[in-house]
Structures are given as structure tokens and as C-alpha cells.
């Protein structure tokens, strides 16, 4: 692991990622080694839930546009084999629309 400081910038070069100092009573800081592997665990974190946001937006797009549940539940009560066709169609409309990828 490396771990180097720019002295005149603060700026921390730490396993080729950059960490940026802070300010701290109008003095930049240089961050210690154990704050940039708490930050790189961060940003590792956060591109993974980037990743995963990314990888299910099909089924976020799939949600905006499926039909009322509602109307599914109406025609199994009335006995309606029409309705509730209709409802399995739009439904499998949708996912034809947004795949899985």
C-alpha cells in the first residue's frame, strides 16, 4: 500500500487513487491512511450500488407501466376469464417491453 503526500497541496496519492485534504480551522489537511481506506470503502460501496440501481432499472420501468393489480383481483371475483386475460396480456406487454437484460 502507498501512501504519499503532496506537501504542497495535501493531496494523498494512496494505491493510485487521489484524497482530497480538508479544511480544518482554515487549514487544508492532508488525510490520514486510515481516513482514505474509510473513503475508498466508501466509493467502492457506492459504485456498487450504483451498479445494482442501474442493473434493475428495468424493473423500476416494468413498475411505471403494469396495470392496476387491482383489475386482476376485480375479474377473479366477478368470474370474468376475459378481464383477467386481458390483465396476464398487458402484464406480459409490459415485459416484452422491458426485458431483462
Excluded: H
Excluded at 34 to 61: F, P, W
Amino acid at each position: 500500500m502507498t501512501y504519499k503526500i503532496d506537501n504542497n497541496t495535501k493531496i494523498v496519492t494512496y494505491n493510485n487513487e487521489e484524497f482530497y485534504p480538508k479544511l480544518v480551522n482554515g487549514i487544508l489537511i492532508a488525510p490520514t491512511e486510515q481516513e482514505c481506506i474509510v473513503e475508498k470503502n466508501r466509493r467502492e460501496e457506492a459504485k456498487l450500488e450504483t451498479t445494482e440501481y442501474e442493473s434493475n432499472k428495468y424493473q423500476r420501468d416494468r413498475a411505471n407501466e403494469y396495470p392496476d393489480f387491482k383489475d386482476y383481483l376485480d375479474g377473479i371475483v366477478k368470474g370474468d376469464q376475459q378481464q383477467i386475460d386481458k390483465y396476464i396480456a398487458d402484464c406480459l406487454a409490459v415485459k416484452a417491453k422491458y426485458p431483462k437484460e
